[in-house]
């Protein structure tokens, strides 16, 4: 699943450049401030991304994997408490 | 065992459970050594909480890929490089 190299296809690679949406720039950043401050490595990061279901995988965006990994890798850690964040998005 | 540049090294088959940096279409496959990066933490532990001690000489391995894909070559100045650690790596003389 994630370490395949790609998909066979004939399809042109599209090579056009994208800006970046704020959220996108905010993951980024909490990453290598968590990292920084020992809470998370990029070794876990991957480790968090790899354990997606693989039809989650496919449908999330790059920075939606990072989300998903920074989650599930505070919750196993204890940082942040079962359904923290889905209780704080609610209110 | 350390391996020097130039020298052709077989990746291990071996399936390994939870998080590890060699890829699957490599595994099994022959290729050459094309570059000593150096010695890192080893990501297999640190994915887990450990340090990743003792550190792993890591390596820049270059295939043709019609070594990994049958069928894919006539393309042959295409190389697929590859960084892997050395506990992936045996001498293939």
């Known amino acids: 699943m994630h370490d395949r190299g790609g998909w066979p296809t004939d399809a042109p690679i599209d090579r056009s450049e994208h800006d970046l949406a704020d959220w996108e720039l905010l993951t980024d950043a909490l990453v290598h401030a968590l990292a920084r401050n020992g809470l998370m490595n990029v070794d876990e990061l991957r480790r968090g991304i790899e354990s997606m279901p693989p039809d989650e995988y496919e449908r999330a965006s790059y920075y939606e994997r990072w989300l998903y990994s920074v989650e599930t890798i505070l919750t196993e850690k204890g940082v942040l408490a079962p359904g923290e964040l889905d209780a704080r998005l609610a209110k | 065992m350390t391996f ?14 939870g ?9 099994g496959k022959s290729g050459r050594v094309e570059r000593i990066h150096g010695a890192f933490t080893n990501p297999e532990t640190r994915a ?8 792993q000489r890591l390596y820049l391995v270059g295939f043709d890929p019609s070594d990994l894909w049958p ?22 003389g």
């Open chain 2, 71 to 92: 069928g894919s070559g006539g393309q042959t100045r295409d190389r697929v490089q590859v960084d892997i650690y050395e506990h992936w790596l045996e001498d293939a």
């Open chain 2, 48 to 55: 887990y909480g450990g340090d990743g001690l003792p550190e």
């Open chain 2, 19 to 27: 998080h590890h940096r060699t890829p699957a279409y490599v595994k």
């Open chain 2, 4 to 17: 020097q540049a130039g020298q052709r090294v077989r990746v291990a088959a071996r399936a390994h459970e």
